[in-house]
């Protein structure tokens, strides 16, 4: 029997399950494959005992057997003629179909001997493109903040940044307070108008221009008007 013959099978199989009749044993897993053979798996939860039984189709139905006690081979024989028999061979080729028991306990108690329950080379292969493509997705990702993150950072400096249009406020507000003096000569006004005018270059950044307020220009504002205030109250 050719292993990917197995591979097929194993999508189909689907064990039953009954009391074993052979001494030694508590219940049997059996079941018949889509080439011909019958499988059967007695076991002994309790001594740690299994047995693995094969009728190959291809050779008419003869019977073989192996016993596993506490994880190690102990007897591998011909059933039909007590022989001792080197089974490995016929066991491994069907290794993918004994691997489907649903019963855990069972699985260890064959210890991935013939190679059952051990992961198939489809399996193993699916694992390795899963944790590439995991790696892929990591990778796009770490890249992918990475450059959002210096973006950010870069929109956040060239926010900060002083323009023309900010110097262009300085100017034009240095120009209304000076211009407020000149016509009605109070400092404490000046420093009213000086600090109301630093709060509204912060509303206009924020609400009509759409970027970060600078806030040199705006504490600039406030903190002359602050002092013109104090300055004008107590000495003016």
Not at 25 to 39: C, H, P, S, V
Not at 89 to 110: C, G, H, M, P, W
Not at 141 to 156: I, L, R
Not at 168 to 190: H, K, P, R, W
Request: hydrophobic share 35%.
């Amino acid at each position: 029997m050719k292993p990917g013959n197995m591979v097929a099978e194993t999508k189909k199989v689907q064990w039953k399950r009954r009391p074993s009749e052979i001494r030694g044993y508590q219940r049997t897993l059996y079941l018949n494959a889509d080439n011909g053979d019958y499988i059967r798996v007695d076991y002994n939860l309790k001594e740690k005992r299994v047995r693995l039984y094969i009728e190959d189709a291809e050779e008419g139905g003869i019977s073989y057997y192996s016993v596993i006690s506490s994880g190690k081979i102990t007897a591998e024989r011909n059933a039909s003629s007590g022989r001792a028999y080197n089974l490995k061979e016929k066991f491994s080729q069907r290794a993918e179909t004994f691997s489907t028991l649903s019963n855990r306990d069972v699985l260890k108690l064959i210890n991935k001997n013939y190679g059952i329950g051990e992961e198939t080379q489809g399996a193993r292969k699916k694992e390795k493109e899963r944790v590439k493509e995991l790696e892929r997705t990591r990778v796009r990702y770490f890249k992918a903040e990475e450059k959002n993150e210096t973006e950010t950072q870069q929109q956040g400096r060239t926010a900060k940044k002083l323009h023309i249009i900010d110097l262009l406020d300085v100017f034009i507000g240095a120009n209304i307070c000076l211009g407020f003096y000149y016509f009605n000569n109070t400092i404490i006004s000046v420093g009213i108008i000086a600090a109301f005018f630093g709060i509204l270059l912060g509303i206009v950044d924020i609400f009509f221009r759409r970027r970060e307020p600078i806030f040199t220009k705006i504490i600039f504002f406030i903190l002359a008007g602050a002092s013109l205030y104090i300055y004008g109250y107590y000495i003016g």
